[in-house]
């Protein structure tokens, strides 16, 4: 088991899912990613940082930059938000396809910069 692994098992049920989907649209969306635990949480580092994630009681936070807030503005307007981080409320559906989009736009972004 890696600290990734680690990290989600000690949720209950209902979050340990969740996370375990974010972390499957990022290792399909980013496949040549590392996975390391950053600021204490699930990190993807490609060309540096690319995205984190974290579990809390009531949501998930996900972490795209501050760049992959302001180009998604208008779709997270659905979802608490601020500079660099969106929640994901436990009770609904992960929005799957904004998620993949924010991991592919960061990818686009990281790797121009290489």
Same mark, same amino acid.
């Given at each position: 088991?890696?600290?990734?692994?680690?990290?989600?098992?000690?949720f209950?049920?209902?979050?340990?899912?969740?996370l375990?989907?974010?972390?499957?649209?990022?290792?399909?969306? !980013?496949p040549? =990613?590392? +996975?390391?635990?950053?600021y204490?949480?699930?990190? &993807?580092?490609? #060309?540096?940082?690319? $995205?984190? /994630?974290a579990?809390y009681?009531?949501?998930?936070?996900?972490?795209? !930059?501050?760049? =992959?807030? +302001?180009?998604?503005?208008?779709?997270?307007?659905l &979802?608490?938000? #601020?500079?660099?981080? $969106?929640? /994901?409320?436990?009770?609904?559906?992960?929005?799957?396809?904004?998620?993949?989009?924010?991991?592919?736009?960061?990818?686009?972004?990281?790797?121009?910069k290489?």
């Amino acid at each position: 088991m890696n600290e990734i692994d680690l990290y989600i098992s000690a949720f209950p049920e209902p979050i340990r899912e969740k996370l375990e989907a974010i972390r499957r649209f990022i290792r399909e969306e !980013a496949p040549e =990613a590392k +996975e390391v635990i950053s600021y204490r949480m699930p990190t &993807y580092q490609l #060309s540096g940082n690319l $995205v984190h /994630f974290a579990g809390y009681a009531r949501h998930i936070g996900f972490y795209p !930059a501050p760049s =992959a807030i +302001e180009a998604f503005r208008a779709e997270l307007a659905l &979802y608490k938000n #601020s500079k660099g981080a $969106v929640q /994901f409320p436990i009770d609904e559906a992960l929005p799957e396809n904004l998620i993949r989009r924010m991991v592919r736009f960061r990818v686009a972004e990281n790797t121009r910069k290489k």
